[in-house]
């Protein structure tokens, strides 16, 4: 269903052990959104000491694992990683057409696209536990 991670990656960590990230790092997403908030690498990094810095390609790959065993009709969690000052990560539309959540072709359409799934992601896990 989804194309998920692209062959030739060359990031530097093997599979399983962005696969052992993903699952880690998935519940504080699940937190991030119940917060109403977003975050960072860096700000993950502090929360999973585990986490060693990543290639932007590991990046993508993680929060692609991240989003890719997701219940049907739940928003993309991976849209609360941010860079800068809470911007979109540059991946996001890459990533979120990879997991079937159509961005649009310009950069105004994935920014609104990316905005959306951050208001759904929060609206979605606010009162889950």
Not at 18 to 33: I, K, S, V
Not at 101 to 112: C, E, I, N, P
């Amino acid at each position: 269903m989804t194309a998920g991670p692209q062959p030739g990656h060359r990031g530097l960590l093997e599979a399983g052990r962005l696969a052992e990230f993903a699952t880690d790092l998935r519940p504080l997403l699940e937190q991030t959104a119940r917060a109403g908030a977003t975050t960072t690498w860096a700000a993950l990094r502090k929360r999973l000491s585990k986490l060693p810095r990543l290639q932007r390609e590991d990046e993508s790959v993680l929060l692609w694992l991240v989003d890719d065993d997701r219940d049907h009709g739940e928003p993309l969690l991976s849209a609360l990683v941010t860079v800068g000052n809470r911007e979109m990560h540059p991946r996001f539309p890459a990533i979120a057409e990879q997991l079937g959540v159509r961005a649009g072709h310009t950069l105004a359409q994935q920014r609104s696209t990316w905005s959306w799934e951050v208001l759904k992601t929060h609206q979605y896990w606010r009162h889950r536990h």
